[in-house]
C-alpha cells in the first residue's frame, strides 16, 4: 500500500510557476512510476505527465511540453512538478498518482494502470 500526499497547490498570475510536491508514505517509492494528472471543473481527469520507476522514461502531454517538468527523489520518496509559464487553462485540480513496475512511455498516460492517488491540489491560474 502506498499513500500519496500533494502540497504545493495555490492561486498564480498566469506566467507564473508552482512547484508541486507529491510525499509517499507506507510502501518504497522506487519501484513504481509516478505521474501527475488533473482535472478541471466539468471536464474529465487528464494526464499531465508520467515517470517510469527507473527515471529512464518520461512522457508529457502536448498542452505542458515546454512548460512543466517532473522529477522525482527516489531517497526521499517524493516526486515533483515543477509548473513555468502558466496559463488559465492549466487551473485544476492536481493529482499524483503511482503505479507498479510501469515501465514503457508509451503507457505512462493511461490513468487506469495508476493503482495509488492523493487526494489532490488545488492550482488556480488568473489571468
Known amino acids: 500500500q502506498v499513500q500519496l500526499v500533494e502540497s504545493g497547490g495555490g492561486l498564480v498570475r498566469a506566467g507564473g510557476s508552482l512547484r508541486l510536491s507529491c510525499a509517499a508514505s507506507?510502501?518504497?517509492?522506487?519501484?513504481?512510476?509516478v505521474g501527475w494528472f488533473r482535472q478541471a471543473p466539468g471536464k474529465e481527469r487528464e494526464f499531465v505527465v508520467g515517470k517510469s520507476w527507473s527515471g529512464g522514461s518520461t512522457s508529457y502531454a502536448e498542452f505542458v511540453k515546454g512548460r512543466f517538468t517532473i522529477s522525482r527523489d527516489n531517497a526521499k520518496n517524493t516526486m515533483y512538478l515543477q509548473m513555468n509559464s502558466l496559463k488559465p487553462e492549466d487551473t485544476a485540480v492536481y493529482y499524483c498518482?503511482?503505479?507498479?513496475?510501469?515501465?514503457?512511455?508509451?503507457?505512462?498516460?493511461?490513468?487506469?494502470?495508476?493503482?495509488?492517488w492523493g487526494q489532490g491540489t488545488q492550482v488556480t491560474v488568473s489571468s
Open positions: 498518482a503511482a503505479a507498479p513496475g510501469l515501465t514503457e512511455a508509451s503507457r505512462l498516460g493511461y490513468r487506469n494502470l495508476y493503482r495509488y
Open positions: 507506507g510502501r518504497t517509492f522506487n519501484s513504481y512510476a
